[in-house]
């Protein structure tokens, strides 16, 4: 069946650091793949979307790489800061484009100053 | 337009009871989708429409609920008979066509609660 895993549940940084989070899916061919922001009792926020044949996608301190081959996009938030603590979903097209999204569980980033 | 707005924020209801749940999204988005969250959990897709047709419903949406865009622009989700376990942050996002270049905007939810 298909699955996409964010690889952990928590994730717990110094601020100025770097944070990494990954995302991995088995049984898709997805054309896009997106990651989103959500803070506690709020809708999920776009942040970026990076599609099959790119290889990165950067916006500010946010980096997303998105490997096909090995069906992973790491999204990386650099100099970190406390107001990026957030849970970071990431979500893909579960068929064709034009279908709905699917969302992965999250990753919940703390960033301690 | 002040994005994808969700009403009621909040409900309490008891078991057995229907509620019935609305969203209003951005004016020129032509779609419209529907999801639930849990604690500790992902999204999960339930429906959406483009315009006012209702194009794929997941097989989470059991018969007691039921989805409704009509005329294309807002819409409601109704749960029939509520369980415990339909308690959730049910989320509406809207999007221009499949949301692939911007996204999707969300509402802030409707958090259900069954006792």
């Known amino acids: 069946s298909q699955k996409i895993e964010q690889n952990s549940e928590a994730l717990n940084i110094q601020e100025g650091k770097t944070a990494t989070l990954t995302c991995n899916y088995t049984?898709?061919?997805?054309?896009?793949l997106q990651w989103y922001r959500q803070d506690p009792g709020r809708g999920p926020v776009f942040l970026l979307l990076?599609?099959?044949?790119?290889k990165e996608k950067r916006k500010e301190r946010l980096k997303v790489t998105f490997d096909t081959t090995l069906k992973q996009s790491l999204f990386h938030i650099t100099a970190s800061q406390p107001a990026d603590s957030a849970t970071y979903l990431c979500a893909l097209v579960k068929g064709q484009a034009g279908t709905a999204l699917i969302f992965g569980k999250g990753t919940t980033l703390s960033v301690s100053s | 337009d002040t994005g994808v707005s969700q009403d009621p924020r909040h409900k309490i209801t008891k078991r057995g009871q229907n509620v019935t749940f609305r969203c209003d999204p951005i004016s020129e988005h032509n779609r419209l989708y529907w999801y639930r969250q849990t604690l500790g959990q992902g999204p999960e897709f339930l429906t959406y429409f483009q315009n006012e047709a209702q194009l794929e419903k997941s097989r989470l949406l059991s018969d007691r609920f039921s989805a409704e865009r009509p005329k294309g622009s807002f819409s409601t989700l109704e749960i029939q008979r509520t369980e415990q376990g339909d308690s959730a942050m049910y989320l509406c996002?809207?999007?221009?066509?499949?949301?692939?270049?911007?996204?999707?905007?969300f509402g802030s939810g409707t958090r259900l609660t069954v006792v």
């Open positions: 996002a809207s999007s221009l066509e499949t949301g692939e270049n911007y996204g999707y905007t």
């Open positions: 990076i599609r099959e044949n790119e």
């Open positions: 049984n898709y061919s997805p054309a896009y």
